[in-house]
T-cell receptor
């Protein structure tokens, strides 16, 4: 079945460092891809998405590009802040059932001042 | 406006008891979803309701789990004869329609002792 594999955490960085969280997927056809974020004490919220190959999703300084050739959707941010400390989840919905989110295991990111 | 709300926020129950978890979706959202977030399994899809269509129950882990959605709005997830492996955070989400962005509630943390 469809699945998502993302980089194991935890990840600890200093403020203004560059962040990359790797995500690869296995799916039949061309799924939609998402990054969700869960800040401490808060619910899951959508960070960005891409629905077709070569699309770039971006939000709050984060970016991810849908790479069909490498079946990847890596999340990047050029200069992290303490407020970016959270758990990040890569996810997909398949074309056939475009409501059924499949999530990666989540990556905990801690940014130190 | 109001987001997705869930109640209770925490529930501790004894093994073998039945529990009911409630979800109030965002007003006007026709689609409603239940997910489970557990240490061992990560974030898993449980069930999906869309309007008056038959729900997609394919993610329910056993016949002890059931869910209903009354009047196209509030949903209740029921777990009968709870087991320790049912301990998890149960997340509800809603969206304006199929395939559109899912908005998550804060979750109900269930602990089975």
């Amino acid at each position: 079945g469809d699945s998502v594999t993302q980089m194991e955490g935890p990840v600890t960085l200093s403020e203004e460092a560059f962040l990359t969280i790797n995500c690869t997927y296995t799916a039949t056809g061309y799924p939609s891809l998402f990054w969700y974020v869960q800040y401490p004490g808060e619910g899951l919220q959508l960070l960005l998405k891409a629905t077709k190959a070569d699309d770039k999703g971006s939000n709050k300084g984060f970016e991810a590009t849908y790479r069909k050739e490498t079946t990847s959707f890596h999340l990047e941010k050029g200069s992290v802040q303490v407020s970016d400390s959270a758990v990040y989840f890569c996810a997909l919905t398949p074309r056939s059932n475009d409501y059924k989110l499949s999530f990666g295991a989540g990556t905990t990111v801690t940014v130190r001042a | 406006g109001a987001g997705v709300s869930q109640s209770p926020s925490n529930k501790v129950t004894e093994k073998g008891k039945d529990v009911e978890l409630r979800c109030d979706p965002i007003s006007g959202h026709t689609a409603l979803y239940w997910y489970r977030q557990s240490l061992g399994q990560g974030l898993e899809f449980l069930i999906y309701f869309q309007g008056n269509s038959a729900p997609d129950k394919s993610g329910l882990p056993s016949d002890r789990f059931s869910a209903e959605r009354t009047g196209g709005s509030v949903s209740t997830l029921t777990i009968q004869r709870t087991q320790q492996e049912d301990s998890a955070v149960y997340l509800c989400a809603s969206s304006p329609g199929q395939g559109s962005e899912q908005y998550f509630g804060p979750g109900t943390r269930l602990t089975v002792t």
